[in-house]
């Protein structure tokens, strides 16, 4: 009897290292060059002519909102034409793209006639990293970025020192995320309190 209370806490714990040992499998990410569509692949509408170190589209079926932002560019998100964003200065450099508050299972990219080397960073969910350079030429560039099952993408950033012209024809899938930011939320609260408390008042008037 002694033997079988001592061996039950013992299983217990060899259960939980096992569970440990099972959650805690890395991150994976493939890159392919070329076009390959995966399952509900959605396009990023671009048409909105907004200026900015971050300008943003929305994925065609979903509306998620799909944030391009750059630490060295002005962008240009163009009213009219092709899907693209381009930047003010003529040559795009720098340009990370994520969904704001939430992740995406694959990313479809197309850095439009460019030189020299890309360098492509890709960030995930458990803040692991993944780096890949490819040559860009004068015309299409596309590249598929998949994570694996398991693994979700916070953030693709790519850098090409000899620039390209845009980045057109930007494709997602696995999007999600768009939830509101703490302090949005609390701002939200706050009116409805507000709202409350005059409607209150207004009744015993």
């Keep these: 009897m002694r033997f079988e209370k001592i061996a039950v806490p013992c299983l217990?714990?060899?259960?939980?290292?096992?569970?440990?040992?099972?959650?805690?499998?890395?991150?994976?990410?493939?890159?392919?060059?070329?076009?390959?569509?995966q399952q509900n692949e959605e396009n990023i509408l671009l048409n909105s002519g907004a200026t900015g170190i971050?300008?943003?589209g929305l994925t065609n079926q979903t509306q998620l909102q799909v944030s391009f932002s750059s630490t060295t560019d002005t962008l240009v998100e163009p009213s009219s034409g092709q899907a693209r964003v381009?930047?003010?200065d003529g040559l795009v450099n720098n340009i990370t793209i994520s969904i704001p508050n939430g992740t995406f299972n694959?990313?479809?990219?197309?850095?439009?006639?460019g030189s020299g080397t890309a360098d492509v960073t890709v960030v995930t969910?458990?803040?692991?990293?993944?780096?890949?350079?490819?040559?860009l030429s004068n015309g299409?560039?596309?590249?598929?970025?998949?994570?694996e099952p398991g693994t979700s993408i916070f953030s693709v950033t790519i850098n090409a020192p000899g620039g390209f012209t845009d980045?057109?024809?930007?494709?997602?899938?696995?999007?999600?995320?768009?939830?509101?930011?703490?302090?949005?939320?609390l701002l939200f609260?706050?009116?409805?309190?507000?709202?409350?408390?005059?409607?209150?008042k207004f009744r015993r008037s």
Excluded at 140 to 147: D, G, K, M, R, S
Excluded at 171 to 183: C, K, L, Y
Excluded at 189 to 200: Q, T, V
């Design 12 to 37: 217990t714990l060899v259960a939980i290292v096992a569970v440990s040992i099972t959650t805690a499998k890395a991150d994976s990410v493939t890159f392919t060059i070329g076009n390959n569509p």
């Design 54 to 56: 971050t300008v943003f």
């Design 86 to 88: 381009e930047a003010l």
């Design 106 to 113: 694959d990313v479809i990219l197309n850095p439009f006639f």
């Design 125 to 135: 969910a458990n803040n692991q990293t993944f780096t890949f350079s490819y040559s």
């Design 140 to 147: 299409e560039n596309f590249l598929t970025i998949v994570a």
């Design 167 to 185: 980045l057109r024809q930007p494709r997602i899938s696995g999007a999600e995320g768009n939830v509101p930011e703490p302090a949005t939320m």
């Design 189 to 200: 609260g706050s009116g409805l309190l507000s709202l409350g408390a005059a409607f209150r």
